[in-house]
């Protein structure tokens, strides 16, 4: 039974710390894993995809969707024919400056101590996403389960 146990649990943790394959499924504009930890201080991997709804009759990536490995966290999608440019800034508690990119990437956190990665707070890392009609959409990785978007 011990075994039995232990084999579910490194599955569990495959599941929690591997992407799931977005882009095999769906339209993939751009997209970012971001390494997190849970509050048991289990590693996680957080990803934010920007993919098209389906028959929305726009060009471009209007959808957001947010997992934490291959759980399904939460989307939104974009109204009046918006659709999302590609870039992104990701601030973190802590983090003098927030991080900003245009395109797909990976985003970890340093220990300006010892220069090695550092898992980041779902809770405290809040995600902009800009538009082409010049809003941005904002809500933390933890926020997305919670319905925690908002677009201004």
């Known amino acids: 039974m011990s075994q039995w146990h232990k084999s579910e649990q490194t599955a569990i943790g495959k599941l929690r710390e591997t992407p799931y394959p977005f882009a095999k499924r769906f339209l993939n504009c751009n997209s970012w894993e971001i390494s997190a930890e849970n509050g048991l201080e289990q590693p996680e991997l957080w990803q934010v995809h920007l993919g098209q709804l389906k028959h929305s009759g726009v060009d471009?990536?209007?959808?957001v969707n947010?997992?934490?490995?291959?759980?399904?966290?939460?989307a939104y999608n974009l109204p009046?024919?918006?659709?999302?440019?590609?870039?992104?800034?990701v601030n973190h508690e802590g983090w003098p400056e927030p991080y900003e990119t245009s395109g797909s990437g990976d985003i970890r956190a340093v220990s300006t101590k010892t220069g090695l990665p550092v898992p980041m707070n779902p809770i405290a890392t809040n995600v902009e996403l800009k538009t082409e009609q010049g809003r941005s959409l904002q809500f933390s990785l933890d926020g997305a389960g919670h319905g925690g978007f908002e677009l201004r």
Not at 66 to 74: E, L, Q, S
Not at 80 to 89: E, M
């Open 80 to 89: 009046g024919g918006d659709t999302f440019t590609g870039h992104v800034i």
């Open 60 to 63: 471009g990536c209007n959808r």
């Open 66 to 74: 947010v997992y934490r490995g291959w759980a399904f966290v939460g």
